[in-house]
């Protein structure tokens, strides 16, 4: 059974390594190519299956670029998460926090997201 939680629909644990997979050449494809010159076709090619499979983890390819940059921020964002401030002073957590933020968002992989997320939030349709 599928679950939806926040608006997302959530694919049995079995397909998670399945559709990581699929994130991952869909997030070079995007990087690559843009979101508007990648397609589904090219994704599912690379993938090694059919643009059915595709369809059945993500409705749209605004659907796939929208779970991508999803889980690019959560696993950006699970480093800063991390960083361990208990037992140590407000001036020590606040500069660990800050070089971990900073450390995040100029990682050139958060920098080629950005810019991918900055060039094609025109051409994207509303959700």
Do not use: H
């Not at 090694?48 to 690019?72: C, D, H, M, N, Q």
């Amino acid at each position: 059974m599928n679950w939806s939680i926040g608006g997302c629909l959530t694919m049995p644990a079995g397909t998670s390594v399945r559709r990581t997979a699929i994130l991952t050449i869909a997030g070079r494809t995007f990087l690559r190519q843009g979101y508007a010159d990648a397609s589904m076709d090219g994704i599912a090619a690379e993938v090694g299956g059919s643009k059915s499979t595709l369809y059945r983890y993500f409705p749209s390819k605004a659907a796939l670029f929208a779970a991508y940059v999803e889980e690019i921020g959560t696993l950006t964002w699970s480093a800063l998460a991390a960083v361990q401030v208990e037992e140590k002073g407000t001036e020590a957590a606040l500069e660990d926090t800050a070089r971990a933020y900073l450390d995040l968002i100029l990682s050139p992989s958060a920098l080629a997201v950005t810019r991918l997320v900055m060039a094609e939030t025109g051409g994207l349709p509303d959700r």
